[in-house]
Protein backbone atom coordinates (compact mmCIF):
# COMPACT_ATOMS: atom_id res chain seq x y z
CA UNK A 1 0.00 0.00 0.00
CA UNK A 2 2.57 2.56 0.97
CA UNK A 3 4.51 2.49 -2.30
CA UNK A 4 1.29 2.69 -4.06
CA UNK A 5 0.64 6.11 -2.56
CA UNK A 6 3.59 7.35 -4.06
CA UNK A 7 3.14 6.39 -7.70
CA UNK A 8 0.31 7.38 -7.52
CA UNK A 9 -0.50 11.60 -8.71
CA UNK A 10 0.17 13.84 -6.10
CA UNK A 11 -3.05 14.49 -4.34
CA UNK A 12 -2.87 14.15 -0.51
CA UNK A 13 -0.59 14.69 2.36
CA UNK A 14 1.00 11.21 3.35
CA UNK A 15 2.19 10.54 7.05
CA UNK A 16 5.84 9.27 6.76
CA UNK A 17 4.76 5.83 7.66
CA UNK A 18 3.17 5.68 4.44
CA UNK A 19 7.08 5.49 2.33
CA UNK A 20 8.72 2.92 4.55
CA UNK A 21 7.64 0.03 2.23
CA UNK A 22 8.84 -0.24 -1.00
CA UNK A 23 6.30 -0.76 -4.30
CA UNK A 24 6.08 -4.42 -4.47
CA UNK A 25 6.71 -5.47 -0.60
CA UNK A 26 9.69 -6.77 0.91
CA UNK A 27 11.53 -5.74 3.55
CA UNK A 28 14.72 -4.38 1.54
CA UNK A 29 14.77 -1.80 -1.51
CA UNK A 30 17.40 -3.04 -2.93
CA UNK A 31 16.19 -5.98 -5.23
CA UNK A 32 12.77 -3.87 -6.22
CA UNK A 33 15.50 -0.99 -6.89
CA UNK A 34 17.08 -3.22 -9.27
CA UNK A 35 14.01 -4.49 -10.97
CA UNK A 36 13.15 -1.24 -11.79
CA UNK A 37 16.72 0.00 -12.88
CA UNK A 38 16.95 -2.63 -15.19
CA UNK A 39 13.63 -1.77 -16.57
CA UNK A 40 14.14 1.55 -17.25
CA UNK A 41 17.25 0.73 -18.80
CA UNK A 42 16.00 -1.93 -20.98
CA UNK A 43 13.50 0.64 -22.34
CA UNK A 44 16.61 3.02 -23.19
CA UNK A 45 15.66 5.62 -20.73
CA UNK A 46 18.54 8.06 -19.40
CA UNK A 47 17.20 9.61 -15.71
CA UNK A 48 19.08 12.15 -14.10
CA UNK A 49 18.87 14.64 -11.30
CA UNK A 50 20.51 17.58 -10.21
CA UNK A 51 20.79 17.49 -6.54
CA UNK A 52 21.40 21.73 -4.91
CA UNK A 53 22.65 21.94 -1.22
CA UNK A 54 21.30 23.83 1.83
CA UNK A 55 22.34 27.23 2.35
CA UNK A 56 26.37 27.61 2.98
CA UNK A 57 26.72 23.42 1.91
CA UNK A 58 28.39 22.49 -0.92
CA UNK A 59 27.69 19.44 -3.38
CA UNK A 60 29.50 17.06 -0.67
CA UNK A 61 26.56 17.66 2.17
CA UNK A 62 26.13 14.28 3.80
CA UNK A 63 22.15 14.42 2.66
CA UNK A 64 23.13 14.88 -0.79
CA UNK A 65 25.72 12.15 -0.84
CA UNK A 66 23.29 9.48 0.55
CA UNK A 67 20.18 11.03 -2.31
CA UNK A 68 22.77 9.82 -4.82
CA UNK A 69 23.53 6.40 -3.32
CA UNK A 70 19.84 5.71 -3.43
CA UNK A 71 19.16 7.13 -6.64
CA UNK A 72 21.99 5.00 -8.11
CA UNK A 73 19.93 1.89 -6.80
CA UNK A 74 16.96 3.51 -9.00
CA UNK A 75 19.49 3.74 -12.00
CA UNK A 76 19.10 7.56 -11.59
CA UNK A 77 22.53 9.21 -12.44
CA UNK A 78 23.04 12.62 -10.25
CA UNK A 79 24.90 15.72 -9.98
CA UNK A 80 25.31 17.71 -6.82
CA UNK A 81 25.80 21.60 -7.34
CA UNK A 82 27.67 23.92 -5.37
CA UNK A 83 26.38 27.33 -5.49
CA UNK A 84 29.23 29.80 -7.00
CA UNK A 85 27.98 32.07 -4.47
CA UNK A 86 28.69 29.73 -1.34
CA UNK A 87 30.24 32.09 1.60
CA UNK A 88 28.64 35.32 0.22
CA UNK A 89 25.18 36.78 0.24
CA UNK A 90 22.42 35.40 -2.39
CA UNK A 91 23.38 37.07 -6.00
CA UNK A 92 19.81 39.57 -6.56
CA UNK A 93 17.02 37.71 -7.63
CA UNK A 94 18.81 34.46 -7.22
CA UNK A 95 19.62 34.87 -10.24
CA UNK A 96 23.50 33.53 -10.03
CA UNK A 97 22.21 30.26 -7.98
CA UNK A 98 19.20 29.27 -10.51
CA UNK A 99 22.12 29.54 -13.71
CA UNK A 100 24.10 27.15 -11.74
CA UNK A 101 21.55 24.51 -11.53
CA UNK A 102 20.61 25.48 -15.27
CA UNK A 103 23.87 25.10 -16.27
CA UNK A 104 24.45 21.83 -14.67
CA UNK A 105 20.94 20.51 -15.94
CA UNK A 106 21.80 21.62 -19.30
CA UNK A 107 25.15 19.56 -19.03
CA UNK A 108 22.67 16.43 -18.15
CA UNK A 109 20.63 17.08 -21.21
CA UNK A 110 24.06 17.58 -23.20
CA UNK A 111 24.74 14.12 -22.41
CA UNK A 112 21.62 12.32 -23.65
CA UNK A 113 19.49 12.06 -20.20
CA UNK A 114 16.31 12.45 -21.41
CA UNK A 115 14.05 13.00 -17.70
CA UNK A 116 15.54 14.97 -15.47
CA UNK A 117 14.33 15.61 -12.09
CA UNK A 118 15.92 19.20 -9.63
CA UNK A 119 16.20 18.36 -5.87
CA UNK A 120 17.35 20.45 -3.76
CA UNK A 121 17.82 20.57 0.17
CA UNK A 122 16.24 23.67 2.09
CA UNK A 123 18.07 26.41 0.40
CA UNK A 124 18.53 24.77 -3.12
CA UNK A 125 14.94 23.17 -2.40
CA UNK A 126 13.97 27.07 -2.92
CA UNK A 127 16.42 27.62 -5.50
CA UNK A 128 15.18 24.55 -8.07
CA UNK A 129 11.37 26.07 -6.86
CA UNK A 130 12.94 29.34 -8.65
CA UNK A 131 13.96 27.06 -11.69
CA UNK A 132 11.07 25.07 -11.81
CA UNK A 133 8.61 28.17 -12.14
CA UNK A 134 10.44 29.01 -15.14
CA UNK A 135 11.35 26.06 -16.76
CA UNK A 136 9.64 23.59 -15.34
CA UNK A 137 11.13 19.75 -15.16
CA UNK A 138 10.34 16.55 -15.33
CA UNK A 139 9.93 16.62 -11.37
CA UNK A 140 10.83 18.67 -8.49
CA UNK A 141 11.73 17.91 -5.08
CA UNK A 142 12.48 19.69 -1.95
CA UNK A 143 13.51 18.37 1.06
CA UNK A 144 12.63 20.46 4.13
CA UNK A 145 11.21 23.39 2.50
CA UNK A 146 12.41 26.73 4.74
CA UNK A 147 9.27 28.46 3.52
CA UNK A 148 8.19 30.58 6.12
CA UNK A 149 10.58 31.36 8.84
CA UNK A 150 9.57 32.94 11.95
CA UNK A 151 8.63 36.38 11.54
CA UNK A 152 10.19 36.39 8.07
CA UNK A 153 7.26 34.91 5.56
CA UNK A 154 8.51 34.39 2.13
CA UNK A 155 5.43 34.81 0.08
CA UNK A 156 7.45 34.58 -3.34
CA UNK A 157 8.43 31.37 -2.05
CA UNK A 158 4.73 30.21 -1.02
CA UNK A 159 3.21 31.51 -4.86
CA UNK A 160 5.88 29.51 -6.56
CA UNK A 161 5.17 26.44 -4.85
CA UNK A 162 1.47 27.09 -5.67
CA UNK A 163 1.86 27.65 -8.91
CA UNK A 164 4.38 24.41 -9.61
CA UNK A 165 3.48 22.76 -12.99
CA UNK A 166 5.65 20.27 -13.00
CA UNK A 167 4.98 16.84 -10.83
CA UNK A 168 6.12 18.05 -7.08
CA UNK A 169 7.52 16.18 -3.87
CA UNK A 170 8.24 17.73 -0.51
CA UNK A 171 9.56 16.22 2.45
CA UNK A 172 8.80 17.73 5.25
CA UNK A 173 9.60 17.32 9.09
CA UNK A 174 6.21 18.15 10.80
CA UNK A 175 8.03 19.99 13.32
CA UNK A 176 9.84 22.19 10.98
CA UNK A 177 10.75 25.48 12.20
CA UNK A 178 11.50 26.86 9.42
CA UNK A 179 8.36 25.46 7.08
CA UNK A 180 5.37 25.33 8.82
CA UNK A 181 3.79 21.92 8.23
CA UNK A 182 0.61 23.78 8.05
CA UNK A 183 1.63 26.16 5.05
CA UNK A 184 2.45 23.57 3.08
CA UNK A 185 -0.41 21.28 3.94
CA UNK A 186 -2.53 24.27 2.43
CA UNK A 187 -0.61 24.69 -0.42
CA UNK A 188 -0.72 20.80 -1.71
CA UNK A 189 -4.52 20.65 -0.97
CA UNK A 190 -4.74 23.34 -3.92
CA UNK A 191 -2.63 21.94 -6.61
CA UNK A 192 -2.80 18.07 -7.19
CA UNK A 193 0.75 18.23 -8.55
CA UNK A 194 2.07 18.43 -5.26
CA UNK A 195 2.87 15.68 -3.12
CA UNK A 196 3.97 16.11 0.66
CA UNK A 197 5.63 13.48 2.93
CA UNK A 198 5.28 14.49 6.48
CA UNK A 199 7.90 12.76 8.49
CA UNK A 200 6.47 12.50 11.96
CA UNK A 201 8.65 14.28 15.02
CA UNK A 202 11.32 15.52 13.03
CA UNK A 203 12.83 19.45 12.74
CA UNK A 204 14.23 21.68 9.51
CA UNK A 205 17.40 19.19 10.03
CA UNK A 206 16.28 15.90 9.88
CA UNK A 207 18.33 14.00 12.22
CA UNK A 208 17.68 10.29 12.61
CA UNK A 209 14.96 10.38 10.28
CA UNK A 210 17.05 11.46 7.40
CA UNK A 211 17.17 7.92 5.72
CA UNK A 212 13.24 8.04 5.86
CA UNK A 213 13.34 11.14 3.96
CA UNK A 214 15.96 10.12 1.18
CA UNK A 215 14.58 7.13 0.81
CA UNK A 216 10.83 8.78 -0.38
CA UNK A 217 12.69 10.86 -2.40
CA UNK A 218 14.56 8.38 -4.06
CA UNK A 219 11.48 6.25 -4.83
CA UNK A 220 8.97 8.80 -5.67
CA UNK A 221 11.77 10.21 -8.79
CA UNK A 222 11.79 6.80 -9.79
CA UNK A 223 8.20 6.49 -10.00
CA UNK A 224 7.98 9.99 -11.58
CA UNK A 225 11.04 9.83 -14.02
CA UNK A 226 9.35 7.88 -16.14
Request: glycine share 10%.
Amino acid sequence: MGGDLLARAARRVHDDQHVRTPRGGGRSSQPVAGTRAEAAEAAGLKRAAVLAPGYGSTAHQPILRALALALEQFGIASRAVTFGTRGKLPSKDYASEIEDLRVTRDALRSEGYERIGLVGRSFGGRISAFLAEREPPDALVILGHPIAPPKRPRPRDEAVLAATACPTLVVQGDKDELGPIAILERIAASNPRIDLVRIAGAGHEFGASEPEAVSAAARWLDSVLR
